[in-house]
């Protein structure tokens, strides 16, 4: 049973944070392995997994929570790269932080801002950079 | 201008939280009537007032960042109330609740849950008592 | 498995909080039976279950947490409660406590001082009245 | 040496929060005087005592810090009522509050300004009551 | 009207921060230049511009609720830097992070503690290289 | 007197972190000289000199504090050096950090499991470089 929570949040997991989600959970094996399998299991198996709101939806949230704590931009990065990854768009992404300036304050909303206007350079240019890949490649 | 602001402000406040929002504003009215007018003007006529995002998810974006905050369950219960109004369901606002405790922590959930239950209970009483004066009007 | 980690959890839940464990889980019944079990599968479970750490000093850590957290003062008394359950002294207790003034700031330590106030002062009257209960009873 | 800190923090204290520092005090002796004692003489006798600001800067400054914090509802009405004292306006309390707004979000300006609102008017009732007892006594 | 805001603010923003009013709002151009707009039109058209407190006053309660949340050193240098351009003497700011000792805790105390140092330091070391410019310019 | 608590808290604060101790207060020296005594009379001297809690649960305290904070990650690497000064293992070190997942949320837990990596590998390094110095001198 412990197997069929963990492969449900795995695939979640991989689902939202595409390669990231491999990623977090090796970072974490020579100190904790057993946050990686909580996150994977309890986050992404337990809650993610749930119907009852869609994947667009959930990724909005988190970021409006990560947003609120504001002490937590690696984590708030990886989410807004995320909710792209699930289809949330860049305009979604700012109005949910535009919104947060009336709850978490104006420090929150403009860090926030920030750092999605680094996820969304980041991946300008990697498309830039894929592209001019393609147009090379010929 | 500021009218047309205040006057837009004022129109979404009363959708979201219906007589609430004269309560609100009137409650602030011998303290700071500026407060209650930014309220009205900031919150509600330039941010809740935007396109981008349907209420249903500006409401439960913001039920996810007072939980996150977990020190404004008046305002948290409030914007229950508001996610009820403009059609969010419960089960919907219940999942908010639950997603939250992977990023809030589980006190800041379960007394969000507890906030929930008494809107929803109160709810409840209302429809209820409603039912049975229109029974005992027949 | 599930239900292995759930009774685990389960009976970890109560060796700490007694009593009050049915009566939290009971509480989440009718709004989210699943946040109940989150609690009981993941918190105790999954953390509270782990060796490595002994249930006092477990307790005076949640204690130092939600000190600091200080918008779940709920939570604080019943982990108190729990401390003392698992053989936490008082004395330790307000230590705890006093050393959260340096990290979380003196409103958070007396705000928490006072909570630890009203347990050990309700544990008293409840000694009291189970004595003369004794008492009465001969 | 630490009687000569304790006393000028003590005098501090009570020139603040007049016959709330000896509540305050009381309010600990059984469960942690230590306490009480370092609100003394480190709140009081190490910072509120040093010269560079004068105490109506000073009762702002906490008061700004408290509705930041948003989880010490007590402390701030204490806070308040401490920096009427010492001479602050109702205005100008009703100012830093206010300007929270951007840094700490609205709902803690909000809740701030219940406080501030319910301080006011137990301190109009009483005056009120004080002016009615010197009528009657006449 | 909008626009009456909008340059009350501005003129107010600039006064407070200098060129560093205009590197904000075009930091922020191609990714919310509404965020710029409230910003200049709510934080400092609403806010700082309202009579009732000086700017001096208003820098440091900024600073106290900045040092307070803890999770915003850019803001808080900004505001350092601001309350020095608008009058604020170095020791007074130093005043002001001490006493959030009391509310936030060390920790926040000391951070804030270390962000002040910087920004003093590169003013002094702006101040040297204008003077040696100076010198070499004779 | 004064001297007594200071001599106090420098003999504590050096005990648990050893040389970080002096550069703590030297990095004050400047700016406030003051904080740097605070820490060492009030944190250290009045605090962690107290009886009733061993250094090692003190350390673990403190680690539950700033894990739950959030955003003071340069003295919680401080105070995870400090445990590991005062014996207290790594695994416990990771024990605590996991346990705060359930209260201060996965992102909170997962930086401080980062903090912790880095001061680890760093303490590897340290050793690693010291032993084939010892080799190397042979």
Same mark, same amino acid.
């Given at each position: 049973m412990k197997d069929e929570r963990h492969e449900k949040g795995w695939k979640k997991f991989q689902e939202i944070h595409g390669p990231v989600a491999k990623a977090t959970v090796e970072s974490l094996k !020579? $100190?904790?392995p057993e946050l990686g399998r909580f996150v994977t299991e309890?986050?992404?198996? !337990? $809650?993610?997994?749930?119907?009852?709101?869609?994947l667009k939806t959930r990724q909005m949230l988190t970021i409006a929570s990560l947003v609120t704590l504001g002490n937590a931009p690696l984590q708030l990065k990886s989410h807004i790269k995320g909710a792209l990854n699930v289809g949330v768009t860049k305009q979604q992404i700012v109005e949910v932080i535009l919104q947060m300036a009336v709850y978490a304050g104006f420090p929150a909303a403009m860090n926030a801002m920030y750092a999605a206007k680094e996820v969304f350079k980041d991946r300008e240019r990697r498309k830039g950079s894929s592209k001019s890949a393609v147009r090379s490649s010929k």
């Amino acid at each position: 049973m412990k197997d069929e929570r963990h492969e449900k949040g795995w695939k979640k997991f991989q689902e939202i944070h595409g390669p990231v989600a491999k990623a977090t959970v090796e970072s974490l094996k !020579d $100190i904790s392995p057993e946050l990686g399998r909580f996150v994977t299991e309890f986050a992404f198996g !337990d $809650i993610y997994s749930r119907p009852g709101l869609d994947l667009k939806t959930r990724q909005m949230l988190t970021i409006a929570s990560l947003v609120t704590l504001g002490n937590a931009p690696l984590q708030l990065k990886s989410h807004i790269k995320g909710a792209l990854n699930v289809g949330v768009t860049k305009q979604q992404i700012v109005e949910v932080i535009l919104q947060m300036a009336v709850y978490a304050g104006f420090p929150a909303a403009m860090n926030a801002m920030y750092a999605a206007k680094e996820v969304f350079k980041d991946r300008e240019r990697r498309k830039g950079s894929s592209k001019s890949a393609v147009r090379s490649s010929k």
